[in-house]
């Protein structure tokens, strides 16, 4: 299993980034897909996730509006379009792929936004 997420980077407030996860080694069709993201100092949360069936989203309420996710099957691939970044965006994104009980994580990409 393979999450290869990129496009991280530095921004200015603001600014966009987005942000890619390739997929591999799963039945990507099958699997929910997220955004998770860990700032210095602070736990890792969930930013924003896409179904696996009906494609519905949910997004914390810290980037609802700013950010968007898709899911593209067929290419096995996540986007995270992220627009008007902030500073308290700054962290390392993490793409997670979750199943029942499987859960799978990528490496890890870092965004940093400054003023």
């Known amino acids: 299993v393979q999450l290869q997420a990129s496009g991280g980077g530095s921004v200015q407030a603001g600014g966009s980034l987005r942000l890619s996860c390739a997929a591999s080694g799963f039945t990507f069709d099958d699997y929910a897909m997220c955004w998770f993201r860990q700032a210095p100092g602070k736990e890792r949360e969930g930013v924003a996730c896409v179904n696996s069936g009906d494609g519905r989203t949910w997004y914390s309420d810290s980037v609802k509006g700013r950010f968007t996710i898709s899911k593209d099957n067929a290419k096995k691939t996540v986007n995270l379009q992220m627009n008007s970044l902030k500073l308290e965006d700054t962290a390392v994104y993490f793409c997670?792929?979750?199943?029942?009980?499987?859960?799978?994580w990528g490496q890890g990409t870092q965004v940093t936004v400054s003023s």
């Open positions: 997670n792929a979750n199943y029942v009980i499987r859960n799978y």
